[in-house]
């Protein structure tokens, strides 16, 4: 279990955690076993709850609760229909950190504050880094173009978007988007900021709730197998597949959004990742899949991380850089 | 005027240079006046040919001859028609580099190197990197998604390509795209670079032969200012403006490549960049373009960036990082 260490990282200082690296709470793959064997490594585990009913959001924070007695946080993605049911079980069950995507953070940032909860707003652009300022979050996450699932339709990529980011707020910045080690999380944190989200890496992990052929896929992935695409809809970045190829064609043909959304259907994503359809399902990865060769137990891979930047020589930038 | 300096970063001792900063040989930006002013302040500074027709080039290299003792280089895109001629200049006119990108590396590698010639080729993913190794050149260029001009289908980013092309090759690799400053810089050579590659940045300099309007229009670029566009013919980012919409609106009505290439007519690209027509020429820009506020001297640029780089620490993590 690892403690509170002082240091200069503001990321660290504010979630009360040992290493300022974080698992991204993606849907389908981001449950309790997930977000507390990160939380136990020292680093912020995260339950996605974009995936979760509330009854099921209830169990698995109950249990994250259970499994850790570091600091875990729940990703709650504004535009679910569910949003008032999630926000009243994490104020209601004591849920310390809250990291919001995907809608306004002016609408929860000031009730979930009021309860002495963290609150950090997930953006892809300066622009909406200002705004979440505004709106008193406590951090954001600036994700880049190579994240995998949703994310902006400006593209600008983690090497743009970070430096961008962190010139135009005070408030902490968590690198997203491509990021997998310790070097490319030195790099984040050379272009300023202070932590860094980790989402495919985590979904080829043990305790990752994706469906073992979805972390098969992930492994198999090369250079150029996913692809940012549904840009007249939902724009997000997926593994090449049987589904990916028929939305390539029906964008082709001018297909409309309509008929756009009827392709991708309902329930295309748990297909996919949880259920294992590797073909017909939607496969939300990063480009950094290409890299990834494991499936390793969630702890081993923040103390692998841990020891590759330390191994580097981060720490020797300076006290920000110490963990 | 600087002198070799021996370390073991593996591009400044390929090319003989102070510095591991390479000025991209961009289009009707990159002439005489900014590659030796570029070189002269320690870096390798390019002549773009991709711009020149062979008498032009001739000129160009004399005059740079002249205007430093240090070396420079000349890029050449493999598929422009006076390839030929292009390359009989560059032997005969004892250029010392030659980058070559558009093209296979296979073309032209033995041939330059039978004269004593460094070559390096421009890629955009591990399998063509390794391509070139296996054709003989000396280093490669990897360049991401965020680049400015022309750049590759898969759209893998710096963040993501560099550390595959590092792992995936012996030779060295010089980052290019989204790389503006000293951190930028140092946040490539952590994830596996020896050197950086900037374009943009140097479009905004005095000696980039850029038309006025052009660099005024880069300073003006905000995030989201670029795409990278034309698919469908030659994958090209641009900046927006009145060709741009134009393109947009003919790839959303289903135009074909051919409808596509008339729209982009001839010497669209002299017309933005060096004659200054904003709205109706082809601006070619990366996305950092966003975070550049002035047109400063290319020397100025490149003792900032390593004042920068020194800075922040670079050279504590290691030989490869001394500079």
Chains 1, 2 share one sequence.
């Not at 009854?55 to 709650?76: E, M, R």
Request: aromatic share 6%; glycine share 10%.
């Amino acid at each position: 279990m690892a403690a509170q260490k002082n240091n200069s990282n503001r990321i660290s200082n504010l979630f009360g955690i040992k290493y300022p690296i974080i698992q991204g709470g993606m849907v389908w793959c981001a449950g309790w076993e997930l977000a507390s064997a990160v939380s136990n490594a020292g680093g912020l585990g995260i339950i996605g709850a974009g995936s979760m009913y509330p009854d099921v959001l209830k169990d698995q924070i109950i249990k994250c609760h259970a499994a850790t007695s570091n600091p875990f946080a729940v990703n709650v993605p504004l535009l679910y229909p569910s949003v008032e049911e999630h926000m009243e079980m994490i104020v209601s069950l004591k849920v310390p950190i809250v990291f919001t995507s995907a809608g306004s953070p002016k609408t929860w940032t000031s009730h979930l504050k009021s309860h002495g909860i963290k609150v950090v707003h997930v953006v892809s652009s300066s622009a909406f880094a200002i705004k979440s300022e505004l709106a008193g979050v406590d951090a954001v996450v600036a994700e880049g173009f190579e994240a995998g699932g949703h994310n902006g339709r400006e593209e600008t990529t983690t090497m743009c978007l970070i430096p961008a980011v962190s010139q135009a707020c005070q408030i902490p910045v968590i690198a997203a988007g491509g990021l997998h080690d310790g070097k490319s999380i030195l790099a984040a944190m050379v272009l300023g900021a202070e932590g860094a989200q980790l989402g495919s890496r985590f979904v080829a992990s043990e305790e990752s709730s994706a469906h073992r052929a979805f972390k098969d896929a992930v492994l198999s992935a090369q250079e150029g197998s996913t692809t940012f695409t549904l840009k007249a809809l939902t724009p997000v970045r997926m593994l090449h597949n049987a589904l990916f190829k028929e939305i390539v064609q029906a964008q082709q043909s001018g297909a409309s959004p309509e008929q756009l959304q009827e392709i991708m259907g309902r329930g295309k994503a748990k297909k996919g990742m949880f259920e294992g359809d590797i073909e017909n399902g939607e496969l939300e990865i990063g480009q950094i899949a290409s890299l990834l060769k494991s499936v390793r137990p969630a702890g081993e891979i923040v103390s692998e991380i841990v020891n590759d930047y330390r191994e580097i020589g981060g720490a020797k930038l300076g006290q920000r850089f110490e963990f």
